[in-house]
């Protein structure tokens, strides 16, 4: 019985990658689909504005974009052993598009200094890690986000257009 079973193994013809690869190009290609992001940090000190960073790129849904832009800055004193940190921008974000909605799921980090001239400088960081979803072409309020300790208040919105 084994017998017949390899016979009847070894006379059946083995698909060549060319024919995989022709199957494989014969399936219906799934369309690009690009969108438009728009990130806005509004920060405000004792209730007044003191500045909006705002972050846009373009995506394809189901792709993860990463950001990082920066300086490291020597933070230990003169006499000790050199110590760094990262100050900038760091950005990870995927998108994608479900029921209507864009879901977004995210992380991300800023570090700047505050106050240069104290030694080791005060570095003021924010980070949020991100997953929601908004409606398309309309801008939208992800998070609310208070130092009380600083009396700074953050607010992230986000605006999303499909391009493609």
């Not at 079973?5 to 290609?29: F, G, H, I, Y």
């Not at 200094?113 to 924010?126: D, E, G, K, Q, Y």
């Amino acid at each position: 019985m084994a017998l017949i079973v390899c016979l009847l193994a070894m006379t059946v013809p083995a698909q060549a990658p060319d024919d995989r690869q022709k199957k494989s190009e014969e399936r219906p290609r799934r369309p690009i689909v690009i969108y438009h992001l728009e990130f806005t940090l509004d920060e405000t000190l004792d209730g007044k504005p003191s500045g909006a960073r705002n972050f846009k790129m373009l995506m394809q849904e189901g792709e993860t974009n990463r950001v990082r832009i920066g300086s490291k800055v020597l933070i230990s004193a003169p006499e000790s052993e050199p110590k760094f940190a990262d100050l900038g921008l760091k950005f990870d974000c995927k998108l994608n598009e479900r029921d209507g909605y864009i879901s977004i799921d995210g992380k991300l980090e800023l570090n700047d200094l505050v106050s240069p001239a104290t030694s080791p400088p005060t570095i003021r960081s924010f980070q949020a890690e991100i997953e929601t979803a908004a409606p398309l072409d309309k801008a939208t309020t992800i998070g609310v986000y208070d130092d009380a300790g600083a009396k700074r208040r953050y607010e992230l919105r986000m605006t999303v257009t499909k391009v493609k």
